[in-house]
Nanobody, 129 residues
Framework: QVQLRESGGGLVLAGDSLRLSCTDS????????MGWFRQAPGKEREFLAT????????FYADSVKGRFTISRDNAENTAYLQMNSLKPDDTAVYYC??????????????????????WGQGTQVTVSS
């Protein structure tokens, strides 16, 4: 059974950085793509970044490209989202997700929430101006 747990959220000032972590207590981490999404109040869940199972392929939303970096440590069953130059608009609940997405389909499905099988509970990120 997959259980994802996010950590690292908090209250920061505009321009600050945070690193979110997502730890998987299950057995499929090394076989899965990992994604990060966020959801602000009154808005739909928004794709941020995805990394494939080996860590060699990454995908980013235009809204965070150049500011956020996704990575993973398969030995630790953990995925990360390094967030720099945070803005008040980045305020949201951040979720990690895991999906057994075939490599040949990843380019087409990485940003779609239904492509992911399991989700964490989320961690709040609040950016104050």
């Amino acid at each position: 059974q997959v259980q994802l747990r996010e950590s690292g959220g908090g209250l920061v000032l505009a321009g600050d950085s945070l690193r979110l972590s997502c730890t998987d207590s299950g057995r499929t981490f090394n076989m899965s793509a990992m994604g990060w999404f966020r959801q602000a109040p009154g808005k739909e869940r928004e794709f941020l970044a995805t990394i494939n199972k080996s860590g060699e392929r990454v995908f980013y939303a235009d809204s965070v490209k150049g500011r956020f970096t996704i990575s993973r440590d398969n030995a630790e069953n953990t995925a990360y989202l390094q967030m720099n130059s945070l803005k008040p608009d980045d305020t949201a609940v951040y979720y990690c997700a895991q999906g057994l997405i075939p490599e040949e389909k990843l380019s087409y499905h990485f940003s779609s929430p239904p492509s992911y099988d399991d989700w964490g509970q989320g961690t709040q990120v609040t950016v104050s101006s």
